[in-house]
């Protein structure tokens, strides 16, 4: 079986902090990942994706993400966020058809 | 190009009512999908469709059926609602399986009384 786990559920900073989103998984075989975000009042979107090759992945608005297989973690991270970053972060999983999420972490940036 | 849609944004429903939740997806995507988002527990499958005519059960199907009569479509059906289906419901798509990014919808919120 597989899982997802996500540290925090709720991350409060000020503008300009450095953000790091913890996610470690479960999983035996070959793994895709993701980082998905939902800002307030909209739908899910992609920040990042790792499927193989370079283990540091580059996503939109700024957010990297890195693999590391033998901690079995996909942590995400900002240098310096912004307000606009104030959101809900879900790290997700696939294997085959099914994507595993999980609980999701929230971020609120404060001004 | 509207991505995809869903209907009705929001419902409220009487236990014991059934209730079908719409999605239409424009961009050929073979792959369909199904989630409820609760709070604390992230968004869990209920159905998925890995391409038109075929249909299969998520993490959570219990209570809910789904069809794909065709590649655009995948309604999502509640037979007799019960309140732990109060819940936002996701609809998704991608062009294949877990290499492709899938796209999501606007979501339908929905109470069960």
């Known amino acids: 079986a597989q899982s997802v786990s996500q540290h925090n559920h709720h991350v409060i900073l000020s503008e300009a902090a450095s953000l790091e989103l913890g996610c470690n998984y479960s999983y035996g075989g070959t793994v895709n990942l993701f980082w998905y975000v939902q800002y307030p009042g909209q739908h899910l979107q992609l920040l990042l994706k790792?499927?193989?090759?370079?283990?540091l992945v580059k996503g939109i608005k700024g957010f990297e993400a890195e693999f590391i297989k033998s901690k079995f973690s996909f942590n995400l991270r900002k240098p310096s966020v912004q307000w606009s970053d104030t959101a809900e972060y879900f790290c997700?999983?696939?294997?085959?058809?099914?994507?595993?999420f999980g609980a999701g972490t929230t971020v609120t940036v404060r001004a | 190009i509207a991505g995809i849609t869903q209907a009705p944004t929001s419902q409220i429903l009487a236990a014991g009512r059934r209730m079908t939740l719409r999605c239409t997806q424009d961009m050929r995507h073979n792959a369909m999908y199904w989630y409820r988002q609760d709070l604390g527990l992230g968004l869990r499958l209920i159905h998925y469709?890995?391409?038109?005519?075929?249909?299969g059960k998520g993490e959570v199907p219990d209570g809910y059926s789904v069809s794909r009569a065709n590649t655009d479509d995948f309604p999502l059906t509640l037979a007799s609602a019960v309140p732990s289906q109060t819940s936002v419901y996701f609809c998704a798509s991608s062009a294949g399986t877990s290499y492709n990014e899938q796209f999501f919808g606007p979501g339908t919120r929905l109470t069960v009384l």
């Open positions: 469709s890995n391409t038109a005519g075929t249909t």
């Open positions: 790792y499927f193989s090759g370079d283990p």
């Open positions: 997700a999983l696939s294997n085959d058809y099914k994507l595993s």
